[in-house]
């Protein structure tokens, strides 16, 4: 089945610095790789989705780049502010023909920005 | 916005004890799945439900648990003998299903704590 690393485990950085997540996947049949970011005691929300027709998207500060080959997809998020402190989860799917698969889910990464 | 709503945000019981965790799907959303985080770990897979029936279920998923939608509105997680290691978060989530690119919406959780 699918496995899906994430690393680092945890991130610190200074408010307006970049921050990068980066994760890899086993399963080459998956082919929708969303970001979660989920703050203390509270929902995981999605912050950006990537499918495997795309190689890169863009929303803003927040981007996310996939490489279908090496079967690693990245999140980066630009001048970081203290609200984007939380634990950001990455995760992967097979979603073929209307057919809704589960979500495998990489370990977090807890991301403290620092003012 | 439509949200995914689940009852209750809190649930303790003694092990041994069965509990059912409620969701309220978004309205007409066709997939369903349950997911449990246990304090502080990753995000896992339990099960997904589709046209009345189980479509995939995890290892954790075993006779112990159940779902089901009983009125055709409310989603429900059975689990019939409760154990300590059972204490984590449960979330529901579900996806509208008509195309192959739908992103999965996430309740507010369950906390279930098994004394």
């Known amino acids: 089945g699918e496995n899906v690393e994430q690393h680092p485990s945890t991130l610190s950085v200074q408010e307006g610095d970049s921050a990068v997540i980066k994760c890899t996947y086993s399963?080459?049949?998956?082919?929708?790789f969303p970001w979660y970011k989920q703050e203390l005691g509270k929902r995981p929300q999605l912050i950006i989705d990537?499918?495997?027709?795309?190689g890169e998207k863009k929303d803003q500060r927040i981007a996310v780049t996939l490489n279908k080959t090496a079967k690693h997809f990245s999140l980066h998020i630009t001048e970081t502010q203290p609200e984007d402190s939380a634990v950001y989860f990455c995760?992967?799917?097979?979603?073929?023909?209307?057919?809704?698969?589960?979500?495998?889910f990489g370990k977090g990464t807890k991301l403290s920005v620092k003012p | 916005e439509p949200e995914v709503t689940q009852t209750p945000s809190h649930q303790v019981t003694q092990m041994g004890q069965e509990v059912i965790l409620r969701c309220v799907p978004i309205?007409?959303?066709?997939?369903f799945y349950w997911y449990r985080q246990i304090l502080g770990q990753k995000v896992e897979f339990l099960v997904s439900?589709?046209?009345?029936?189980?479509?995939?279920k995890s290892e954790i998923f075993d006779d112990q648990f159940s779902v089901e939608r009983p009125d055709g509105s409310n989603f429900t997680l059975k689990i019939r003998s409760t154990k300590l290691e059972d204490s984590a978060m449960y979330f529901c989530?579900?996806?509208?299903?008509?195309?192959?690119?739908?992103?999965?919406?996430f309740g507010p959780g369950t906390r279930l704590t098994v004394l």
């Open positions: 995760a992967a799917s097979r979603n073929y023909g209307g057919s809704q698969g589960n979500l495998i």
């Open positions: 399963d080459s049949a998956s082919n929708y």
């Open positions: 990537i499918r495997s027709n795309v």
């Open positions: 309205s007409n959303h066709l997939y």
């Open positions: 439900f589709y046209n009345n029936e189980i479509s995939e």
């Open positions: 989530a579900t996806v509208p299903g008509r195309t192959s690119t739908d992103t999965q919406y």
